[in-house]
């Protein structure tokens, strides 16, 4: 799915959402951490953000959401623009 249209219906940050589609990628978090550039303590406090935004309390639920987002929402973008 688009980043843009993932950050706006869930209000995630631009890094909550290439956390979320790396795991929908089939990466596990020690890989996020490592394609991030960035601690497994600070993927794991993305993924708590995660967590709290989507309402879901799973991995695999997230990826759940976003490979469902990816296939059935419209541009969200581009109707922001609009209101």
Do not use: Y
Not at 11 to 39: F, H, N, Y
């Amino acid at each position: 799915p688009d980043l843009d249209n993932l950050r706006l219906m869930f209000r995630l940050t631009p890094t909550e959402v290439r956390v979320a589609l790396l795991l929908a990628q089939g990466c596990r978090t020690e890989d996020v951490a490592q394609k991030l550039d960035v601690s497994a303590s600070t993927v794991a406090f993305h993924l708590r953000n995660l967590f709290a935004k989507t309402g879901v309390t799973r991995q695999t639920d997230i990826v759940a959401l976003v490979l469902a987002a990816g296939w059935s929402i419209p541009d969200l973008a581009a109707l922001d623009s609009v209101v």
